[in-house]
């Protein structure tokens, strides 16, 4: 059994439902993730910000507005009197429950209940248009499996336990729907994974029933190698290791939920990204054991500030690197990149709330300066230090632009580059020539 989850993209109108139907029907028997339809989620946010202000109109407004657009989405999906009928019941009580809220004293528990209902929304359509469709569709209640323990990390026993159960009881089921993104807490509340939190539902179901492969459906074909945005010609990259994913993730590859990759990494299931618009693209498949010897990817992170640390009281010494660091740490602020001399130090940041504080803290363990405007290059794949060329490689192909940083061994899948921002665009594009193209 393989798990398939589909974003709110995906599931964005009547026809996409439609779309993600026959797909997922021409796959078997699968376990579906639905986010909520595209915009969703983001209105009941803002109807729970009015709830919270005592707005109750402007709620009653968004709220109108919300069901509007799901009575025209069940028209347009359901040809069949009986299946439209028990859609519209259904998403009438959910509508119902919502309105409720709006009658009590607003809190942060309501506002969790109320963030639910659009998962609960696209997979009640879905789940109907299947039986419409003669498809024996099973809902899963993620509210009766999914759990989170205090700080917030899956609850695994449980999760496995509920969800084993929920199977062997529909094992006639064709295809499993079942929500992303919402759960429940240690006491029993509606709660959520954090916004964006379907991938991480998808994989934690993948973990828990040891799916042969869980699948992420947008709507590009998979990773790619650079920014298309920038570069031209650039391929989606069929292999990548977990940790070449979470690099990218980070450096912006936004296709991949961060957190999603922890679940099925830790269980060995492989992660594939697909475009439902291009179903038959091989897209993105990641998973522990990837070609190696390869530079597969490019990726940048803009609004970076680096900061330099110099001190000749730093030779030799001990202790000058925990200071310095400390010193970001009592700034709440992460540090990304660094690099050190025996007499300096840089490092990189991305949140420059404390910028100032840390400058004056800094500046009491040597003279400090600052370059604003930065950007980190990141050059992913099997970058192990045994490997020789690699790092000759990247940097001769950016030899003619000025380097500000360069990082290196810090795991075995990056080289990073630090340029300023008027060099980006060029730095992508004449790694994506050297390393892909040639
Ligand atoms: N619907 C949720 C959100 O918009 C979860 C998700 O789409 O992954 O954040
Ligand atoms: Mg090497």
Redesign the pocket.
């Known amino acids: 059994m393989k798990v398939l989850k589909f974003?709110?993209t995906s599931v964005g109108s009547a026809q996409r439902i439609k779309n993600v139907a026959e797909l997922i029907t021409k796959r078997g028997r699968n376990i579906i993730v639905l986010?909520?339809m595209s915009g969703?989620?983001?209105s009941l946010v803002q109807i729970s910000e009015r709830l919270h202000n005592e707005d109750i109109d402007g709620a009653y407004g968004i709220i109108e507005g919300l069901k509007q657009k799901y009575a025209r989405t069940l028209e347009e999906m359901f040809d069949d009197q009986v299946y439209l009928n028990l859609a519209k019941n259904k998403i009438q009580e959910i509508f119902d429950f919502i309105r409720l809220h709006t009658m009590s004293n607003f809190s942060e528990r309501y506002e969790k209940e109320i963030l639910a209902q659009?998962?609960l929304m696209s997979t009640n359509i879905m789940h109907y248009y299947l039986l419409s469709q003669g498809v024996k569709s099973v809902l899963l209640p993620a509210l009766d499996y999914m759990r989170i323990d205090e700080n917030g990390e899956p609850e695994y026993n449980y999760i496995k336990a509920n969800l084993s159960a929920l199977l062997k009881a529909s094992s006639d089921a064709e295809i499993y729907i079942t929500q992303?993104?919402i759960c429940r807490n240690p006491e029993g509340h509606i709660d959520?994974l954090q916004?964006?939190?379907?991938?991480y539902s998808a994989s934690i179901i993948g973990a828990m029933i040891g799916a042969k492969e869980v699948q992420i459906w947008t709507d590009i074909d998979g990773m790619h190698n650079n920014d298309p945005r920038f570069v031209e010609n650039t391929e989606p990259v069929h292999e990548l290791a977990f940790e070449e994913a979470a690099e990218l993730a980070y450096f912006g590859a936004k296709i991949l939920?961060p957190t999603c990759v922890r679940p099925a990494q830790e269980h060995n299931i492989p992660v594939r990204l697909l475009n439902t618009l291009c179903p038959e693209a091989f897209g993105t498949l990641i998973h522990n054991s990837t070609e190696t010897g390869k530079i597969k990817a490019v990726a940048a992170k803009d609004n970076i500030v680096s900061l330099k640390i110099k001190s000749s009281r730093m030779l030799l010494a001990h202790g000058f690197l925990k200071r310095v660091f400390e010193i970001f740490e009592d700034n709440k602020t992460a540090i990304d990149m660094i690099t050190t001399s025996e007499v300096g130090v840089s490092v990189t940041i991305d949140n420059t709330k404390n910028l100032e504080q840390i400058k004056t803290e800094l500046s009491a363990l040597g003279d400090v300066s600052i370059d604003e405007d930065m950007v980190i290059i990141c050059v992913v794949g099997d970058l192990k230090w045994q490997n020789c060329g690699f790092e000759a490689d990247v940097l001769n192909a950016i030899r003619t632009i000025p380097v500000r940083m360069i990082s290196y061994g810090g795991s075995n899948h990056n080289i990073s580059v630090l340029v300023h921002k008027d060099d980006k665009i060029n730095t992508l594009r004449l790694l994506s020539q050297h390393l892909f193209n040639s």
């Open positions: 974003g709110g986010s909520a969703t989620t983001n659009g998962e992303g993104f959520n916004r964006g939190g379907s991938d939920h």
